[in-house]
C-alpha cells in the first residue's frame, strides 16, 4: 500500500525536518516545494524568475504555475509507491487539484501541525539553513558553525527575517489555514502538537501514520468485499 502524505502547518512548524524524518522511515519521496523553487531561483530557470520576486515578498506562488511543479514531479516514477508532500497545497484551490492527480492512488494522510504564533516567530527567526544542501542548523551550534552533512554555510533565508516572516504568515492564515475546514472530517486528519521536543513530534507522526494505514488497509478490504 503506497504511502500518502501532505504536511498542514505555518512557517516555522517543523514540517521539513518531519517530512524528511518519514519519508527515511518509510523509504518513500519527500517533495518540498519550497526546495524546488529555491533551487530554480538558484539555477536562474524560467520558473525561479517567476518565483523569486514573489517569495521574496513572502506572497504565495501562483497556484496554476504550483499545480504543474507538483503534476509533473508526482508523474515521475520515483512518486510511484507513495510521496510525503511539505509545503503543498497551500490554497484551496491546490487542495482541489491534488485530490484530482491522486485520485487512483489510495488514501491521502494530513498531518495538521500546530504550534504558537509567537514561537513561529522566534524560531523563525532565529533558524539558519545550510546554504549548500538546506539542512537546518541546530540552534545549540556555536555561531560560525559549519553544516556536519556538507561542509556547507548556515546563513539566514532572505525570507526569514521578521517583516517577512509575519507577512507569511498572514498569507498562511489566509490563504493557507482553511485546507483544516477543508480536511478535517477525513478520518485520515491528524492534528500534531508541533510544540514539543522533536522526538515527541516525530512520536505523534508515527502513530497518525500507523492509525491512517490501518483506515487504508480497512477500505481496501471493505472494497474487495463490496466487490
Ligand atoms: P517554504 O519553504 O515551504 O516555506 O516555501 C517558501 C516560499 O515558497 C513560500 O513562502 C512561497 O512563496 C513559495 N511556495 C512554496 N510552496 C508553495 C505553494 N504550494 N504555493 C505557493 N507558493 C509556494
Do not use: W
Not at 164 to 188: A, C, G, H, M, N
Request: one cysteine or more; a neutral charge; proline letters at 6%.
Amino acid at each position: 500500500m503506497s504511502l500518502n502524505v501532505i504536511m498542514l502547518g505555518p512557517p516555522g512548524a517543523g514540517k521539513g525536518t518531519q517530512a524528511a524524518r518519514l519519508a527515511r522511515e518509510h523509504h518513500v519521496l519527500k517533495i518540498s516545494t519550497g526546495d524546488i523553487l529555491r533551487d530554480a531561483v538558484t539555477q536562474g530557470s524560467h520558473l525561479g524568475q517567476v518565483a523569486k520576486r514573489v517569495m521574496d515578498e513572502g506572497h504565495l506562488v501562483p497556484d496554476d504555475v504550483m499545480v504543474g511543479v507538483v503534476r509533473e514531479r508526482l508523474a515521475r516514477p520515483d512518486a510511484r509507491h507513495g510521496f510525503i508532500l511539505d509545503g503543498f497545497p497551500r490554497t484551496v484551490p491546490q487542495a482541489t487539484s491534488l485530490d484530482d492527480m491522486i485520485r487512483d492512488r489510495g488514501l491521502l494522510t494530513v498531518l495538521h501541525m500546530v504550534v504558537p504564533f509567537e514561537e513561529l516567530v522566534k524560531r523563525l527567526h532565529i533558524r539558519r539553513i545550510c546554504n549548500s544542501c538546506g539542512a537546518n542548523a541546530d540552534p545549540a551550534m556555536p555561531d560560525g558553525a559549519r553544516c556536519p552533512k556538507c561542509g556547507g554555510e548556515f546563513v539566514q533565508r532572505t525570507d526569514d527575517s521578521e517583516e517577512i516572516v509575519r507577512e507569511r504568515l498572514k498569507v498562511f492564515q489566509d490563504e493557507t489555514s482553511p485546507l483544516v475546514q477543508y480536511y478535517e472530517k477525513s478520518p485520515t486528519f491528524f492534528t500534531i502538537n508541533g510544540n514539543l521536543p522533536l522526538e515527541d513530534v516525530s512520536r505523534q507522526i508515527r502513530e497518525a501514520v500507523t492509525t491512517s494505514m490501518g483506515v487504508g488497509a480497512a477500505t481496501v478490504r471493505q472494497r474487495n468485499v463490496t466487490q
